[in-house]
């Protein structure tokens, strides 16, 4: 177990390599564009080109090129944003990560807790109305845009039923560091958590019921009722253990995905200033090196979610881990 | 008078008028038709005809394992003085995998697949006995030993991909008899094996009477295995029993053109097998597409005019038939072959 997992572990920071060299290539190498051109703005003097040009070391070869710039992302910290002046990139990222995490991870407690309550009672009343019911309700909650979600979200509890004792404790939108005032970080974070969850716990549920109805056609189900075990053991103990492998494969992709700047549109709606509010600004400005820098993070997040979704499933499931 | 005559004094179960259909679009799908029968305490009761007979969903109706909602079961039951079909969920739970225990084909797919061994014969004991998780598993390793699987201990710590066919057949059967069953059903235990270690599946089961005292029902398509372990034959063909008796008689006297035919084409247990053994032709008709009459009809090359009634059980001795051909006395083949089917008297 120990022996693969840090093979796992090699092997993931060898594509974050390979990743940095990719990024690196289409921001610095595209042909026909010149990223001084780009970085230097519009209107700039052949002076200040050549400057820039010298500084990004765009005048010498592009595996010195790719080693100032990784130097630049991840040892002095300091390349800065084209658009705001003198705003470091990657402070900025760092600082907008508890925002993301907060959200992200708050988010997946809901889901993951209320797609497995969905998923096991559609499983176990299979073909009966609550079945249905639930996996109707899932259907819409995966259909509903999340932008559109979040808007109705803010509409009812910040402004048309804000003064209702049902909604007056919503704080207003924003970012309330935990460290500073946990109980406000909380109560600004309901709301948005609750938004970003409704998709997933559409999706997850159903995923879960039907994998749950599919176990419930294997033999070994079988075989648990012929040993004389109880309904619910066989179901939390043999169905659901065993369907949970796909539930964590997909909930470790979704979450890399989601903090490295999926939730975008939560973000932007609830003005929550995470790494995905940052994408968005950077993308609208075309501001390339914070591009590069959110390209970079969530690539990183995806790419360790990948990894220990990888171990999970290992040990999750010893026919894979036997496969080695 | 017994119901059947070649039924043992001490009846442990009893199966009376069980039919299960399903309903379908197509109306009501009847898959067993009306059986009866009863196995007797330390008795081994082969079940045996081609697949799509029956056998599994009588068992499982015995187990009352049939989950599918549009399953009816009418009959009963007779478990210990008891009507299994009667009894709440709960107590069948109890009697599951205490009292009557069973195994399945592919104990591959059988078990599951994230638990050892060792793990899921402990959760059967669990679940019937008090008993420390210690205490389980040393029991756990105690049975697999019996079982003749090599470091037990060891084994235990396995999962069911990790091991043999043979070997997780040995894990199936030591899990089925952790809590001391009076009755295993083993349906078809030995049909994923290779021959030898057929031979030593079945001897296990053999022990397992001598050894704990239980009963058997086993399910098989192989006249072979038949020959190897029972006490006694019934022969299901298209939901119905065709014919039923001591295994001996069985063997030595085949009545029912059905049974004659899955006797010719058992393979040899020694000398050299024939490229190809003779199989019935035809194959057994959809539980949608059963004839009126004798369900054995359109494969039978005996068949004459009563055949176009359902046959009843027809009693002779120790031995029952449901074929025309056996209504005053046991069919003589040579001479039913000489003015029915002189084709088939080669
Ligand atoms: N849930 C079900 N609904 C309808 N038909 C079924 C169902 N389960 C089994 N059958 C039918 O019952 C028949 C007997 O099956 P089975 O008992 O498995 O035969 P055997 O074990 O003798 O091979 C088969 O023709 C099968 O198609
Ligand atoms: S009753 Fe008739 S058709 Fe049926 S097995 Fe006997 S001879 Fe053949
Ligand atoms: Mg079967």
């Known amino acids: 177990m120990l022996l693969p997992t840090l093979r796992r572990l090699a092997e993931m920071i060898f594509v974050m390599l390979g990743i940095s060299i990719v990024v690196f290539l289409i921001f610095f190498a595209t042909p026909g564009a010149d990223p001084a051109a780009r970085i230097a703005g519009r209107n700039a003097t052949p002076e200040i080109l050549a400057q820039v040009r010298h500084s990004f070391g765009l005048d010498r070869p592009l595996p010195v090129q790719y080693a100032l710039v990784m130097e630049r992302l991840f040892v002095t910290r300091d390349l800065t944003s084209f658009v705001n002046r003198g705003q470091r990139v990657i402070p900025a990222v760092i600082e907008a990560t508890p925002v993301t995490l907060s959200l992200v991870l708050g988010?997946?407690?809901?889901?993951?807790?209320?797609?497995?309550?969905?998923?096991?009672?559609?499983?176990?009343?299979r073909g009966g109305i609550t079945d249905r019911t639930l996996m109707f309700l899932g259907l819409v909650g995966v259909s509903m845009p999340v932008f559109w979600v979040g808007s109705v979200m803010n509409l009812v509890t910040q402004s048309r039923f804000h003064n209702t004792w049902l909604f007056h404790?919503?704080?207003?939108?924003?970012?309330?560091?935990l460290l500073l005032h946990p109980w406000v970080w909380f109560k600004s974070l309901v709301i948005p958590w609750?938004?970003?969850?409704?998709?997933?716990?559409?999706?997850?549920?159903?995923?879960?019921?039907?994998n749950l109805v599919e176990a419930y056609q294997e033999d070994f189900i079988r075989t648990a009722r012929a040993k004389g075990l109880s309904e619910t053991r066989i179901m939390f103990r043999h169905a659901l253990r065993t369907s949970l492998i796909t539930f964590v494969s997909m909930f470790g992709l979704d979450f890399g995905a989601l903090v490295?700047?999926?939730?975008?549109?939560?973000?932007?709606?609830?003005?929550?200033?995470?790494?995905?509010?940052?994408?968005?600004?950077?993308?609208?400005n075309l501001d390339l090196p914070f591009i590069m820098a959110t390209v970079m993070y969530s690539s990183f997040f995806v790419v360790v979610a990948n990894a220990i979704v990888d171990i999970a499933y290992a040990w999750l499931d010893p026919r894979v881990r036997d496969a080695r | 008078m017994p119901a059947e005559p070649s039924a043992p004094a001490e009846t442990l179960l009893d199966v009376r008028n069980l039919s299960v259909s399903f309903r379908s679009e197509k109306g009501v799908i009847r898959i067993i038709e009306d059986i009866s029968f009863s196995v007797g305490a330390r008795e081994i009761l082969s079940i045996v005809g081609e697949s799509g007979s029956?056998?599994?969903?009588?068992?499982?109706?015995?187990?009352?394992?049939?989950?599918?909602?549009?399953?009816?079961?009418?009959g009963s039951i007779i478990y210990k003085g008891r009507d299994l079909l009667k009894l709440d969920p709960r107590e069948m739970r109890d009697l599951r995998g205490r009292d009557i225990a069973m195994i399945f084909q592919d104990?591959?797919?059988?078990?599951?697949?994230?638990?050892?061994?060792?793990?899921?014969?402990?959760?059967?004991?669990?679940?019937?006995?008090?008993?420390?998780?210690?205490?389980?598993?040393?029991?756990a390793v105690e049975?697999?030993?019996?079982?003749?699987?090599?470091?037990?201990?060891?084994?235990?710590?396995r999962y069911p991909h990790q091991l043999s066919g043979g070997m997780r057949q040995r894990a199936m059967i030591a899990m089925a008899l952790s809590c001391n069953p009076s009755l295993l059903i083993a349906d078809e235990p030995t049909t994923a094996l290779d021959v030898t270690v057929q031979a030593q599946i079945l001897e296990l089961i053999q022990r397992l009477r001598r050894d704990f005292g239980s009963s058997v029902i086993l399910i098989t398509h192989d006249m072979g295995v038949v020959g190897t372990i029972s006490d006694r034959v019934m022969v299901m063909y298209a939901g119905t029993v065709v014919e039923r008796g001591p295994k001996p008689m069985v063997l030595a006297q085949p009545s029912h053109p059905?049974?004659?035919?899955?006797?010719?084409?058992?393979?040899?247990?020694?000398?050299?097998?024939?490229?190809?053994?003779?199989?019935?032709?035809?194959?057994?008709?959809?539980?949608?597409?059963?004839?009126?009459g004798c369900p054995f009809q359109p494969r039978c090359d005996f068949r004459f005019e009563p055949c176009g009634n359902r046959p009843p059980l027809f009693r002779h001795g120790a031995q029952e038939v449901a074929c025309f051909l056996a209504a005053d006395h046991l069919p003589d083949w040579d001479h039913e072959r000489a003015i029915r089917a002189p084709g088939a008297a080669a």
């Open chain 1, 169 to 177: 404790w919503v704080p207003g939108l924003g970012y309330t560091p």
């Open chain 2, 143 to 157: 049975l697999l030993g019996e079982m003749g699987i090599p470091a037990p201990a060891r084994a235990a710590t």
């Open chain 2, 107 to 139: 104990p591959m797919t059988a078990m599951t697949p994230v638990y050892t061994i060792g793990w899921q014969i402990e959760e059967q004991i669990r679940a019937h006995q008090k008993l420390s998780r210690r205490a389980a598993r040393a029991r």
């Open chain 2, 258 to 292: 059905y049974t004659l035919g899955l006797l010719r084409s058992i393979p040899p247990m020694h000398g050299e097998r024939p490229f190809r053994l003779p199989s019935i032709p035809g194959s057994p008709p959809a539980p949608t597409a059963r004839p009126a």
């Open chain 1, 260 to 284: 490295g700047g999926g939730a975008l549109l939560t973000e932007v709606v609830f003005g929550l200033p995470g790494v995905g509010r940052l994408t968005y600004e950077a993308l609208q």
């Open chain 1, 194 to 210: 609750v938004t970003l969850a409704i998709l997933y716990i559409g999706l997850y549920g159903r995923v879960l019921r039907a």
């Open chain 2, 54 to 74: 029956g056998k599994s969903i009588t068992s499982l109706a015995v187990m009352r394992l049939i989950t599918d909602p549009n399953a009816i079961i009418e």
């Open chain 1, 107 to 125: 988010a997946a407690v809901i889901w993951v807790i209320f797609a497995i309550i969905v998923g096991m009672v559609a499983a176990a009343t």
